[in-house]
């Protein structure tokens, strides 16, 4: 209880700004209560894969307690940086980590593809640049014009989510240990574990190809 009471003044003090209630579970202080795609409160942990959209092996894992993605992906370009010493030439993700922080911070670095929300007027065209855009975000509204772009942020759902899918399939609906360090190595398993299936596939297709 002690530990549940700490992580929440941390938590109140870290969200003063953005007026977000904050709820803490007593039985694993490190986890955050978050809202269920079935509309209910749990607690949870953010497991965030990046993965080889070729391969489908997984390059990179961070498990952490944020309500959202938005700043997960400059971490994420970072720690496949360090793993393997050289940027992603291109970065696909969601519409959940298009924040205009992250564009501005990976200009010059990687090219993001991602999805330009579509605004509430619809005279308004989401890809002119606004007066407001950094050169970053301006930039990245012209190239989600492109037909190339469009093309590559579609492959998403192929590549990325071939990834995700089968964690649940696996099983990895929820997780049996409490703790963040605890969460993350069960997440470093799944993803090791994923890896290792990929290549007895490329085996099997080398040897069926033989």
């Known amino acids: ?27 694993d202080p490190d986890a955050r209560v978050m809202k269920m795609g079935d509309g209910g409160l749990r607690p949870a942990y953010n497991v965030q894969f990046s993965s080889d959209t070729g391969s489908q092996a ?30 992603p030439v291109e970065t696909l993700v969601d519409g959940g980590y298009n924040g205009h922080s992250n564009l501005d911070a990976l200009e010059g670095r990687t090219t993001v593809i991602t ?28 190239r989600m014009k492109t037909a190339s772009a469009k093309r590559i942020d579609k492959e998403r759902a192929a590549t990325a989510e071939c990834v995700n899918a089968p964690a649940r399939n696996r099983g990895l609906l929820r997780f049996l240990v409490r703790g963040l360090d605890k969460v993350k190595a ?16 490329y085996d099997m297709l080398g040897e069926a190809a033989a």
């Not at 944020?66 to 496949?80: F, K, R, S, T, W």
């Not at 005279?123 to 975000?137: F, H, I, L």
């Not at 398993?189 to 299936?197: D, Q, T, V």
């Open 1 to 27: 209880m002690k530990r549940a009471l700490a992580r929440t003044e941390e938590l109140e003090k870290a969200t003063r700004k953005e007026k977000q209630a904050v709820r803490v579970w007593t039985t």
């Open 115 to 142: 999805p330009v929300p579509q605004p509430k007027d619809a005279t308004v065209d989401p890809y002119r640049p606004k007066g407001t855009d950094s050169p970053a975000v301006a930039l990245w509204r012209r």
């Open 186 to 201: 069960v997440a470093l398993w799944y993803a090791l574990a994923h890896n290792m299936s990929r290549m007895i596939a």
């Open 58 to 87: 997984v390059v990179g894992v961070a498990v952490n307690a944020a309500g959202n993605d938005q700043g997960e992906l400059v971490p994420m370009v970072e720690q496949i940086e360090e793993r393997y010493g050289i940027v």
